[in-house]
């Protein structure tokens, strides 16, 4: 009797992007990949040309400062190349302690935890605060390490549309109707449009319908507010967050996270997370390095060097309207180093990057479902040690590209 069972791995072979991708590669358009052939600094070596890098999360610009690289290094003398276990048996070293005790009172809060990814510290915290009988309620723009957490719970997941106050409030009128917890999660940054949650309001209705409030701060811790601390601190709310997560990969020029609240809930994950006991410790040169970028953000260099991330980003915002491109607009003053140009169409977009990347610039590519269906764009983002002269370089090449593109495949967005 001939078998009826399914080929778990056919849809390796027939998803829905297999052509694209097939064509993309054939005709050497393919955005993802592109080979590094050193530093990430704001201007960089990739695949044989020099080319302006502008799409980069080294915001601050400390992956090649000095003191980071002997922040590593001195880590990898001591500590030697890898840790080779978890965190809970013998994968803690001194360092995790120094820069849980520098997070906690740079973030303000009682207790922090140090995690081998960011996306880990997303798994760690909802995959173990939440359970099958609690909602929770995210944000349709929230980070795909958000919802793999939520998924990983088994939580009633609510998505509400993306900074939209009165949807969130209809949300929770549902979700307090469900029974047992609930939990509302958003980006303080959101990574692809680079535009910031309206959280006073957000914590606003929290308090309004018993909710707790989590915030991803991966693209505001380093970036925004006074120390430096996020977008809750920028927005005034740091007392009103329960749980903060963070990034080593953005400003702190490393790789890792931790998510920083109080004690109660810290030791919680730290002896109840699956995401977390079970997966081997960061390497000791990417802790070292990060506790060395922390430090000069928390000195006296840090606040000119968060200005100069946020002017980058104005000058940048503005040169790109100035050239026509369609640029996603903050309300306020708010800016942020993310400063995404709305092209619409995917293929567009790839072609778009490609003309780019072939004039010397290098930017990030997000088509659905990075983003909602035709709204593929450019997602650029600057650093605090661009300058000017660099940044107007970049722009005579989005000018120049522009004209030529609208030549050959019709208007762009403006």
């Not at 601390?229 to 400003?251: C, I």
């Not at 490609?354 to 290098?362: E, H, K, M, Q, S």
Request: aromatic share 6%.
């Amino acid at each position: 009797m001939a078998s009826t069972t399914q080929d778990v791995f056919a849809k390796a072979s027939g998803h829905e992007r297999a052509e694209q991708l097939r064509a993309a590669r054939e005709a050497d358009l393919l955005p993802y990949f592109r080979t590094l052939e050193g530093p990430a600094g704001p201007v960089v070596e990739m695949e044989g040309a020099t080319r302006i890098m502008l799409g980069s999360n080294n915001y601050l610009g400390l992956t090649a400062d000095e003191r980071v690289i002997k922040g590593a290094a001195d880590a990898l003398h001591t500590f030697g190349t890898g840790l080779t276990g978890s965190r809970l048996l013998n994968g803690t070293i001194s360092l995790h302690l120094e820069l849980e005790a520098e997070i906690a009172d740079w973030m303000g809060t009682q207790d922090a935890l140090v995690t081998s990814t960011g996306a880990q510290a997303n798994l760690t915290a909802l995959g173990t605060l939440l359970s099958p009988g609690d909602t929770v309620v995210a944000d349709s723009g929230d980070h795909a390490s958000i919802l793999d957490g939520c998924i990983l719970s088994k939580a009633k997941l609510r998505v509400f549309r993306h900074n939209r106050i009165d949807r969130l409030q209809r949300t929770l009128e549902k979700a307090t109707r469900d029974e047992g917890g609930i939990l509302v999660v958003v980006d303080g940054v959101f990574s692809m449009e680079g535009d910031i949650a309206p959280l006073p309001e957000i914590a606003d209705l929290c308090e309004r319908f018993g909710a707790r409030l989590m915030v991803d701060e991966a693209h505001g811790a380093g970036v925004l507010g006074a120390r430096g601390a996020g977008a809750s601190e920028l927005l005034g709310v740091e007392d009103r967050v329960d749980l903060r997560m963070g990034t080593f990969s953005k400003s702190l020029a490393s790789c890792g996270g931790f998510l920083a609240g109080t004690h109660e809930v810290i030791d919680f994950l730290r002896v109840q997370s699956r995401a977390f006991l079970f997966t081997a410790s960061g390497v000791p040169a990417a802790v070292g390095a990060a506790l060395a970028a922390l430090r000069i953000l928390r000195s006296a260099e840090g606040p000119p060097l968060l200005a100069r991330v946020l002017d980058n980003a104005a000058y940048l915002h503005a040169g790109l309207r100035e050239c026509g491109f369609k640029v996603v607009e903050h309300e306020g003053d708010a800016m942020t180093p993310v400063v995404p140009v709305i092209v619409g169409d995917d293929w567009k977009a790839v072609l778009l990057w490609r003309a780019l990347y072939d004039a010397g610039v290098f930017v990030n590519v997000a088509i659905h479902p990075a983003v909602p269906p035709g709204g593929a764009l450019l997602r650029t983002s600057v650093m605090a040690t661009h300058d000017h002269a660099t940044l107007d370089r970049a722009l005579d090449a989005f000018s120049t590209v522009r004209t030529d593109f609208e030549r050959e495949h019709g208007p762009l967005p403006a």
